[in-house]
Every structure is written in C-alpha cells, then in structure tokens.
C-alpha cells in the first residue's frame, strides 16, 4: 500500500563535531521516503530549483520511490546550513534559504489522490489542509510540524490538526503548543484539538506514544556514537508510517510496533551524516536491530513472526 509524503527537498550544508559536508541531499521528503521503503512504496510531492538533477533520486527510485508529484521550478532548489554543538542537543541554523520552496503550492496528481496512508511534513499549516483537500478519503493521517507555526501560524495549526490521526512533536514542541510542562497532560490537551494518538519525539531517549486507552513508551536505541541527528524525526516517521502501511493496521498493538521501527530507523538516520547510512542498510539490518529491542509488549514467538511478515515469508493478516 503507497504512502504519500507532502514535504521538503533540499541541499543541506552541515556542520558536526566531526566532520562538515556541503549540498547533500536532505529535506523532510527525502529523509521519510528513505525509511519508509523498507515498508512500503511511497509517492512524494514536492518542488526542486533548475540546479537539481533527478539523478540524485536515483537509490530511491530503485527502492519504488514515485517522483511524478516533484516540480521543477525556476530557480535554486531549498538550501540550509546547520552546526551541531558538542553534544548534538543545540544547533546553530547558519542559513536557510527557501528559494523555490518558499512559493510551494502542492498539487497532488491524480493517481496520488487515492492513497490512504498520508504524512504532511513540516510544510506550512495552510498547506497541509489544502492537500488533505485534496485526498480522497485517507484512512491514516499523520502531521509534523515546527517551533515556527506553533508560533506564527497556530490558528492554521489548529485548523489542521482537527483533520488528522496523528501528529509527531518533540517535547518542546508539545509543551509550547498546550502550555503545559508535564508530557502525559500536554498529550491529553493535544488529542482534545483533533488528534487521535500522539507521538512523542525525545531524541536519544526514545519515544512515547499516548491515545486515550494507551500509553506505551520505549527507550532510545543505545547508539555508540552519533555523527548527526539531521532528519531522525522524519526517519522516525518513515518508519512509523511504512509500519502501519504494511500491515494496514492502526490497533494499539500495530501503532506500537510501529513506534518501535520509527525508533529503529531514526537510530540507524544518526549513525552517519545526511542520508548517508540509510542508504547502506537493508532489511536484514533492521530485523536484527528489532530483536535487540526490549519489546515488552512480544513474547519471542510473536516478535519472530512479525519479523517474517514483514520479511514477506508469510501473508500478513494481523486484527
């Protein structure tokens, strides 16, 4: 089952304690399909400058990646310059220009409008609604968004959020939109505007998923050292959505197991610079990174045997 994906491509310059890279591919679009195709096939639509080759789309494509909603416009593709301090924790955001991205207007081709499973990235609210607009009765919509539009654009914001399933914030960002410190009572707050679950990114601490009849929470995947946390939230939700797709399930029991592969790719997203180590890996490094985790919610047996679903050995069947 396709996944649509309404995000950014860009060139991001980033700087890390460890090393510095200039124009490499990134951008919320790019990062989400990555992960999302070891799940399942994804559309993306988004828009590119004149300076952009398709070539540099060409792992995705061999992945199933669709690229006809991508616009090439007049101009320079989104660009942005970032330098991590030491412990990854702040950023410095050296220059962001958004060139062509700047007039966005996301049209949805035809053969898109039908896809059920939706991820609207951190574009603007009033985007995001007109392509929700667009779509023709998805079955599972997620949200992501910025410190920016909860600021600036949150009568937008909210008008959105009443029209989606579920929403992915950062802890700051929870706690900025509702006004509250405590994560459990933001997330309440959070579901009463629209959303029907909740998750909670918190970096290397892992994440918590909350609806109204669940909490589940699991741990940051122990990563030996990070070399640049750019894009694991998108990884995150790559992983997420590319679960739910797969199975085309959204019970409690698929919701959590989805939050464990978001947990699972965003990991794998900051273990090298950009798109770097996505790239590498393949499924078998996934699976085995499924089992290490603590999943206290499978028993051995279970875990084994969604590993094989999602190895395509069995149908997947799951109520």
Request: charged share 30%.
């Amino acid at each position: 089952m396709n996944v649509l994906v309404v995000g950014s491509i860009a060139f991001d310059t980033i700087e890390t304690p460890f090393e510095k890279v200039q124009q490499t591919l990134g951008g919320s679009a790019i990062y989400f399909s990555t992960a999302c195709s070891f799940f399942s096939k994804v559309n993306v639509v988004a828009v590119v400058g004149e300076d952009f080759k398709m070539e540099n789309l060409e792992f995705l494509k061999n992945k199933g990646v669709d690229f006809k909603g991508i616009k090439q416009e007049k101009g320079k593709t989104f660009r942005w310059h970032g330098k991590y301090h030491n412990n990854f924790n702040e950023r410095d955001d050296l220059e962001t220009k958004l060139n062509v991205f700047e007039n966005f207007n996301p049209v949805i081709p035809d053969e898109y409008k039908k896809c059920r499973f939706l991820f609207l990235a951190n574009i603007h609210p009033e985007l995001q609604l007109d392509v929700l607009n667009q779509i023709e009765k998805p079955e599972f919509v997620a949200l992501d968004t910025i410190k920016y539009y909860i600021d600036n654009n949150r009568d937008d914001l909210i008008k959105v959020l009443k029209n989606v399933n579920a929403v992915f914030l950062n802890d700051s960002e929870i706690r900025n939109l509702t006004g509250e410190h405590n994560l459990i009572t933001a997330a309440i707050k959070t579901i009463e505007l629209g959303p029907e679950v909740i998750i909670i990114k918190k970096g290397e601490h892992g994440a918590l998923l909350i609806s109204r009849d669940l909490f589940f929470s699991v741990p940051g995947y122990p990563v030996e050292e990070i070399k640049d946390p750019t894009g694991a939230g998108d990884s995150f939700a790559g992983g997420f959505m590319g679960y739910i797709s797969k199975v085309k399930n959204t019970d409690n029991n698929s919701l959590k197991r989805a939050v464990v592969y978001g947990n699972i790719l965003g990991s794998f997203c900051v273990e090298k610079i950009g798109v770097k180590k996505l790239k590498e890996i393949n499924f078998t490094d996934i699976k085995e990174r499924f089992r290490k985790e603590d999943i206290k919610t499978l028993t051995r047996q279970e875990a084994s045997k969604l590993i094989d679903l999602l190895s395509g050995k069995e149908e997947i069947n799951e109520t």
